[in-house]
């Protein structure tokens, strides 16, 4: 994750964060399978990953 976007326009605050291809495996290692207590967003940032994985994964079949 070398590149991170901070977007500080008020009302539009964000991060834009580039994640390489390989760091994607270590992330959802680190997020295992989902947990009921998570919050929200950290599952949507995991079924992210995941499709993401899945992408990269079939891209290289």
Do not use: C, V
């Amino acid at each position: 994750m070398d590149r991170i976007y901070t977007n500080r326009i008020p009302g539009s605050e964000r991060i834009h964060i580039e994640i390489a291809r390989h760091e994607i495996a270590d992330l959802l290692d680190d997020l295992p399978d989902e947990n009921p207590e998570w919050f929200d967003a950290t599952k949507k940032l995991r079924a992210i990953l995941a499709q993401a994985n899945n992408t990269f994964t079939e891209a290289t079949r």
